[in-house]
């Protein structure tokens, strides 16, 4: 019976994967959130995000043996990554801001809303026309949202409208990788660690100029602020964050694309019930019953989208910041596959 015994090794090998997703990602948004209520420099966390993926990947590249870069059209290589590394790095500055001003589990409901504005740039840039049911499903994240805010406590306009500023930011870049991804032929983590560092490269003028100054200008955080503990918790965000784009990246290149979709929509369901937990911000039945509805439109949007790829063949549209390359790094992964090498892993 060896081959149920493997599936079986891989089913537990991806929940082991999954839950160090969750876990990690629902850390650093716990973390983010205690920091920022008494250090409100979210611009420096985000520096801190960007520099842990392009430091800790160095030594894993390497561990790995993944292979190195060779450009062949340098000009057009900055074309297509430039725009990413600026995406990634603005979008966490927004998501950061969002969650300085509003609970965690509000940005993260407002984030579901993704989809919706994934399907409207791609009918303008790439003319691709969605199905009944994944215009349903748009509906269903739409009433969610709506509930949720309605009913949100601490809701308030500048935490509100920096959640939708990161969610469309996520959507257009995810847009723009699904026309771009497709001529980078690398590594998915060598092309992760490149837009980290050139994120971490048009991130630090910015940095200095609206964190740094601030904080070497005041003189009483400095005296007052408890640095050690400061500095643990900003290490420890970063790590995080690297840890989530690490493992999240290793589960999609073992499962299909539904499977991901769905495993992402989860992670969310475990920030939001996560927060809510350990922040223990003010919540109505109404309140949950919203954010409920939306992650459920989303559950529901990527089951259509799913069925729209397996009927038409497209190419599938991206509904997070971690699937940057999964149209890369599964048709990787079939390759091999169908050229004798079932075990790949990318």
């Known amino acids: 019976m060896p081959l149920p015994n493997k599936a079986y090794k891989e089913g537990c090998w991806i929940v082991f994967l999954c839950s160090v997703w969750y ?5 650093q948004n716990v973390i983010n959130k205690r ?3 008494y250090f409100p420099y979210p611009v420096t966390i985000s520096m801190v995000h960007m520099l842990a993926v392009a430091l800790f990947l160095i030594p894993v590249l390497r561990i790995r043996k993944v292979e190195k870069l060779k450009i062949h059209d340098k000009r057009r290589f900055l074309i297509l990554v430039l725009p990413l590394a600026f995406g990634k790095f603005f979008a966490s500055i927004s998501s950061h801001l969002s969650i300085a001003s509003v609970s965690v589990s509000f940005a993260h409901t407002v984030k579901a809303m993704m989809p919706i504005f994934t399907v409207i740039l791609s ?9 009944n049911k994944v215009y349903m499903a748009l509906a269903t994240i739409i009433v969610g949202v709506l509930i949720a805010t309605v009913t949100e406590l601490t809701f308030n306009y500048v935490g509100g409208a920096f959640a939708l500023i990161a969610t469309i930011t996520f959507a257009l870049q995810n847009v723009y990788t699904k026309k771009a991804i497709g001529d980078l032929y690398i590594h998915h983590l ?20 609206v964190d740094l100054t601030r904080i070497l200008n005041n003189k009483e955080l400095i005296e007052k602020l408890n640095w050690p503990r400061t500095l643990l918790l900003l290490f420890t965000s970063g790590f995080l964050n690297f ?3 690490i493992f999240a990246f290793s589960v999609l290149s073992l499962t299909s694309p539904l499977s991901y979709s769905i495993a992402n929509a989860s992670k969310r369901i475990v920030i939001i019930t996560s927060s809510l937990l350990f922040l223990q911000n003010p919540v109505t039945p109404m309140n949950v019953f919203g954010m409920g509805t939306a992650i459920l439109g989303v559950l529901a949007y990527n089951k259509a989208k799913y069925d729209d790829r397996c009927s038409k063949q497209t190419l599938p549209v991206y509904t997070s910041d971690a699937d940057l390359v999964h ?9 091999h596959v169908s050229n004798g090498h079932p075990n790949y892993n990318v």
């Open 190 to 209: 060598r092309l992760l660690l490149i837009i980290g560092q050139l994120a971490s490269l048009m991130l630090f003028p910015i940095w200095v100029y």
């Open 123 to 131: 009918r303008f840039i790439v003319n691709e026309r969605p199905s």
């Open 327 to 335: 149209m890369k790094s599964y048709r990787m992964r079939d390759e």
């Open 35 to 37: 920091l920022l209520g």
């Open 23 to 27: 876990t990690s990602s629902s850390g």
């Open 243 to 245: 840890l989530q784009n």
